[in-house]
């Protein structure tokens, strides 16, 4: 048994980011993405302001933990003038990408159509590059890898399906980051009673290991009068990351203290940013805390991966 396994630690000064931390005046701060950019760490986080519209803004910290100094303006905002995100732009996930000496953001843009998946391209967070709509709606969660595979970038995302409701994580393919080939399956919500039954979706940028790609994933359970949102890890095949080595049996951090049980959506922990220390192999883990605050919690890389070899090859 493999349920009992305590990898990830809060931060005790959590939540780290909140709405009174801001230099204007909003609702809430949650689901961040995240870089390390030179010495610092860049969060950039869905904000949503007192309309109920979402922008992102950057916050920098020199350590990831204290001391944030947050832009008096967002990054990227909603444009009122355009049907694919005249309701705003949420849950950001932030990748490096060497080929291109810059980070991409791929984020959730939002109208009358539904969510939908766009990207941008930043060199210093201070301005994007628009790359525009590449998933038409419903789709959302997406996160793309830091190099291609076989020539070609992979992008995850959750189109839900038409015919079955089923939201499950797929990819697509692109040569160019603006065309993208059909989605193929890479994994579904198990069936039942289980953590992650209800829906899934792909969280933080990939990190790339002698073992496959690391991800850290949400899952989805609902209950009676509320549904629950937790963390686990898949570890995907490097060259044919359609396939799943290794995933986790149980989640490994679900809503817990007060601040991941009570706010605007009770009962969430809703991972989208993760940075690797390679001097400490410390693995920092931000996530949104119940769609109201930003919160961390870290583990040893190396821990992880033990872990994950540990369990059950899911090819055999």
């Not at 931390?21 to 969060?43: I, K, R």
């Not at 059909?182 to 990190?207: F, H, K, N, Y």
């Amino acid at each position: 048994m493999h349920d009992d396994v305590e990898l990830f630690r809060r931060e005790p000064a959590n939540p780290l980011l909140t709405a009174g931390d801001w230099p204007y005046p909003v609702n809430s701060v949650f689901n961040p993405g995240a870089a390390l950019v030179g010495d610092e760490t860049v969060l950039l986080c869905r904000v949503e302001d007192r309309r109920g519209i979402s922008h992102l803004t950057v916050a920098r910290s020199a350590d990831g933990r204290t001391d944030w100094r947050i832009d008096p303006k967002p990054l990227i905002t909603d444009d009122p003038t355009d049907p694919s995100n005249c309701w705003g732009v949420e849950d950001p996930r932030v990748t490096r990408v060497d080929e291109l000496d810059a980070w991409v953001i791929a984020y959730t843009a939002y109208g009358p159509s539904g969510p939908c998946v766009a990207l941008s391209v930043t060199q210093d967070f201070n301005q994007v590059d628009h790359l525009g709509i590449v998933m038409p709606p419903e789709d959302k969660n997406a996160s793309l890898l830091p190099r291609r595979v076989d020539g070609q970038f992979v992008l995850f995302h959750r189109p839900v399906s038409i015919l079955s409701a089923r939201a499950d994580v797929w990819l697509s393919r692109s040569t160019d980051l603006r065309s993208w080939t059909t989605p193929e399956p890479v994994m579904q919500s198990r069936s039942g009673p289980w953590w992650d039954a209800c829906r899934i979706g792909m969280g933080p940028s990939a990190l790339e290991t002698p073992h496959g790609w690391l991800m850290v994933y949400h899952g989805v359970k609902h209950m009676v009068a509320t549904s629950i949102y937790r963390v686990g890890i898949v570890l995907l095949d490097l060259d044919d990351p359609t396939k799943v080595i290794r995933r986790t049996p149980s989640w490994l951090l679900g809503p817990d203290t007060e601040y991941e049980r009570v706010g605007d959506v009770p009962n969430v922990i809703f991972p989208t940013g993760m940075v690797h220390d390679p001097r400490s192999d410390e693995l920092r883990l931000y996530y949104g805390a119940a769609d109201l605050t930003v919160a961390l919690a870290s583990a040893n890389m190396s821990e992880v991966l033990d872990y994950l070899m540990s369990l059950p090859d899911e090819l055999e």
